[in-house]
């Protein structure tokens, strides 16, 4: 399984964006970069996923470094509820449901 | 719709008992996948089922198993309780496809004395 290295955690100021790096030189090329997330007390919930180019959906931004080497999870916004430990996960897209999790970023979020 | 469901959601049994877990998908996701989260060793796959078959596997004892109905109503079972069995257990459902995003239950949060 291929693996990632994230931050053990990360602070930030609500209503700023959040920058949550991840670190992946191992990638293969067919892994697809995913993001999850765990609210306290809750299970972890699906955020983005890419595989070469950024993405962008309700929830946050993904942009991928050229080399694939890196990705960065990008909160536009923050907010209290985004409080949580962020998880940077690459997975073989090939129907196998297995998430690796490495100990993810917990980012706290200050009002 | 309705979410993943997990029941119990807590549970308190001795070692040596076994124990029987649930997890009910969303509806129409075929996939169900077990996870166990510790303090120490974080969230760890234990298996995957697909249409009442395994379909992955992680690296967790035979005491460790799991079914999936016709229904694809899921359970997992642990026997011969250990004090290391005590974690958090996590459902995740899933279409089963090419588009992967799965969705985790609440959890069953065991407790082995």
């Not at chain 1, 609210?39 to 942009?63: D, F, K, W």
């Not at chain 1, 050229?66 to 907010?79: C, G, M, P, Q, V």
């Not at chain 2, 999936?68 to 026997?79: C, T």
Request: hydrophobic share 30%; proline share 5%; glycine share 8%.
């Amino acid at each position: 399984d291929a693996k990632t290295t994230q931050p053990n955690s990360m602070e930030s100021n609500e209503e700023e964006p959040v920058h949550l790096p991840c670190n992946h030189s191992t990638i293969s090329g067919t892994d697809y970069i995913h993001w999850y997330r765990q609210l306290p007390s809750q299970g972890p919930e699906y955020v983005i996923h890419g595989l070469t180019s950024n993405v962008n959906n309700r929830m946050a931004s993904l942009a991928i470094a050229e080399d694939r080497k890196s990705s960065t999870l990008i909160l536009h916004r923050a907010t209290l509820r985004d409080a949580a430990v962020y998880y940077c996960i690459l997975r073989d897209d090939q129907g196998a449901q297995k998430l690796v999790f490495g100990q993810g970023t917990r980012l706290t979020i200050n009002p | 719709k309705a979410g993943v469901t997990q029941t119990p959601r807590y549970l308190i049994k001795t070692r040596g008992q076994q124990v029987t877990l649930s997890c009910s998908p969303i509806s129409g996701h075929r996939s169900v996948s077990w996870y166990q989260q510790t303090p120490g060793q974080g969230l760890q796959f234990l298996f995957e089922y697909f249409s009442e078959t395994q379909r992955n596997k992680g690296n967790f004892p035979g005491r460790f198993s799991g079914r999936q109905f016709s229904n694809s109503r899921s359970e997992m079972n642990v026997s011969t309780l250990e004090l290391g069995d005590s974690a958090l257990y996590l459902c995740a459902s899933s279409f089963g496809g090419e588009y992967n995003e799965q969705f985790f239950g609440p959890g069953t949060r065991l407790t082995v004395l």
